[in-house]
């Protein structure tokens, strides 16, 4: 499989990943929701306002993560995995001889076919020392050498 058809293939995995979070966050708020609609009025009033206050920054933070995810959602939406690159840039599967990077969103390690990937967000440190590096070029980081033998 080249390095370009491996790319289209871990872009679906990044989708995958994204829409697995946003489910699991809208199923969280929808769960969250309910519990606050079958919490009844009882006789002791400080219960009853402290459930609610609890219930209540429940569903902030799962708006906040939902908003987060919604980011992540546009980004890789916005992707356009059959491009080629000659510049490593917001869309690149970058393979260095320290590994292999996706220049996406911050999904951490995919394993495919047999090797492991990294998908990374451009403004991950690593993303940055790596944007604009073309073939053959290397960076630095955490004092290990990056030198990058190819790219999609």
Request: proline share 2%; with cysteine; net charge neutral.
């Amino acid at each position: 499989m080249t390095l370009q058809e491996t790319k289209v293939q871990l872009h679906v995995l990044c989708e995958a990943y994204v829409n697995e979070r946003l489910h699991r966050t809208q199923s969280a708020m929808t769960d969250a929701q309910a519990a606050a609609n079958n919490e009844s009025k009882s006789s002791a009033g400080d219960k009853y306002e402290t459930g609610r206050a609890m219930m209540h920054l429940e569903k902030e933070k799962l708006s906040t993560q939902l908003a987060e995810i919604l980011k992540l959602k546009k980004v890789v939406d916005q992707l356009k995995p059959d491009i080629l690159f000659e510049k490593v840039a917001l869309g690149s599967l970058v393979e260095t001889d320290q590994g292999f990077f996706y220049l996406s969103i911050g999904a951490g390690k995919l394993h495919f076919m047999g090797k492991d990937y990294f998908a990374i967000a451009p403004t991950a440190p690593i993303g940055q020392r790596l944007i604009g590096l073309t073939i053959g070029e290397k960076t630095t980081f955490n004092g290990r050498t990056f030198v990058v033998k190819d790219l999609a």
